[in-house]
């Protein structure tokens, strides 16, 4: 059972999901890569489609059906060429060589357990070009478990498509201190113009903070070297107190060191 089933909310997933702070960013990057992206845990395509719509040969991962089928519905309809592929990133059986691999959107943090995180590296690293690079965006736990407080929290309001209806989020996180799992709920509702409920629906979500020195450790025994580790898309150094992001830029390395 995957950590959150993101097929209760693939169709209001891009009404909730705007964040665009990272694109600039991964565009530059996949830019340098001059050679095939690969972008797993790509869902609805919020930074694949840009990054196709740049001219970026993309190969998009990712195991959930119903926000694959949003994504290849914005590619037709763009024209755009990718590859999209209904795969489990913990494991990846890709033909390769990539230039670059990337997870966007703290998404990393799904993988609660170190031996799916192993598998989902290693899988990387057997696709990408020898001198080939990972960037991994991770939330930054000093600042991200601020807001896990076990309360009722409104994360927004959206316009839903093709109705008058108003989406309403909210959420609820706890997080376990000792191994630094989160767990919690959304709640999403619908209301008419009148404030009428339509729907309403609830996700399980379940995700682990992954503080910065545990992730080099993992990294460097799954054959990767820390290129550079950043604190937010406009690239200032990373600083554990204040930071939201860790973004960690990997090169693979020829050598393994054994776990
Ligand atoms: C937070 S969404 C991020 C989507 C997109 N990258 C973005 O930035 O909007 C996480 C995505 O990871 C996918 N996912 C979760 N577990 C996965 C797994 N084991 N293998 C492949 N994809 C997975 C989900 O289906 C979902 O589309």
């Not at 357990?113 to 690079?133: K, M």
């Amino acid at each position: 059972m995957a950590a959150l089933d993101y097929a209760q909310i693939a169709d209001i997933y891009d009404t909730y999901v705007t964040s665009e702070e990272d694109l600039p960013f991964f565009l530059e990057e996949a830019g340098k890569a001059a050679g095939p992206v690969l972008e797993l845990m790509c869902g609805t395509g919020r930074v694949a489609v840009p990054l196709a719509a740049a001219g970026i040969p993309m190969t998009c991962v990712d195991n959930s059906r119903p926000m694959l089928s949003i994504l290849r519905t914005k590619l037709k309809a763009r024209r755009l060429p990718a590859k999209v592929v209904h795969a489990d990133a913990t494991r990846l059986t890709l033909d390769g060589p990539f230039r670059l691999a990337i997870i966007p959107f703290n998404s990393f943090s799904e993988f609660r357990s170190t031996e799916l995180q192993r598998s989902v590296l290693s899988g990387i690293r057997r696709c990408l070009a020898p001198d080939g690079r990972l960037i991994v965006t991770l939330h930054n736990p000093a600042v991200r478990r601020v807001r896990i407080d076990g309360q009722l929290h409104v994360l927004g309001q959206y316009p839903l498509a093709d109705s008058d209806d108003t989406l309403t989020l909210q959420s609820v996180e706890t997080l376990d201190p000792d191994t630094g799992l989160v767990s919690g709920h959304q709640y999403f509702e619908a209301y008419d113009r009148d404030g009428r409920l339509v729907w309403q629906r609830i996700l399980t979500v379940a995700f682990r903070l992954v503080n910065h020195r545990e992730f080099q450790d993992l990294v460097r025994e799954a054959g990767f070297r820390v290129e550079s580790l950043v604190g937010d898309y406009a690239r200032s150094p990373f600083v554990e107190a204040s930071s939201p992001f860790m973004i960690w830029a990997l090169t693979r390395t020829d050598a393994l060191q054994c776990a």
